[in-house]
């Protein structure tokens, strides 16, 4: 799987990215919601995790952004806003998924994995067919 980390906490998203690698992911990071958004943009990531609280875009700009320019990758949010309120304005914005931090790496990567399967899983088109 192909995911962009858009994360500002230096220690935290290094982490997350080493973790995800040692489980035979390929990784970007990008510590800044402007330059976040502009990778994301970019076609090949299979599924991104987003900070909420991020310099110059927050990370609910960036994932509405994406949405209304048809952007559909799977989308975590991963953030220290864990009340209730916060996690159903980060799933309105567009996202996915919220994992409110601290997290175990391995919720977060079955969450990861859950993402991007219903995603294969809604391309793969059934065809029925009876006799001719």
């Given amino acids: 799987m192909n995911i962009l980390i ?4 230096e220690v ?7 973790a995800l690698v040692d489980n ?6 990008e510590a800044d919601g402007m330059e976040g958004l ?12 987003v900070d909420r ?3 110059s875009l927050d990370g609910l700009s960036v994932i509405e952004t994406l949405r209304k320019a048809g952007r559909q990758t799977p989308v975590l949010i991963v953030s220290a806003l864990g009340d209730v309120d916060e996690r159903v304005r980060g799933l309105r914005s ?3 998924d919220y994992l409110v931090k601290p997290y175990a790496f391995a919720e977060l990567l079955a969450r990861l994995e859950v993402l991007t399967d219903r995603r294969i899983a ?11």
């Fill in 6 to 9: 858009i994360e500002d906490d």
């Fill in 94 to 96: 567009g996202g996915d």
């Fill in 24 to 29: 035979g992911h390929a990784v970007e990071q």
């Fill in 53 to 55: 609280m991020l310099p």
């Fill in 122 to 132: 809604a391309q793969v088109e059934t065809v029925l067919r009876v006799a001719d």
């Fill in 12 to 18: 935290a998203s290094s982490y997350l990215a080493r």
């Fill in 38 to 49: 502009y990778k994301a943009n970019q076609d090949g990531y299979d599924a991104l995790i």
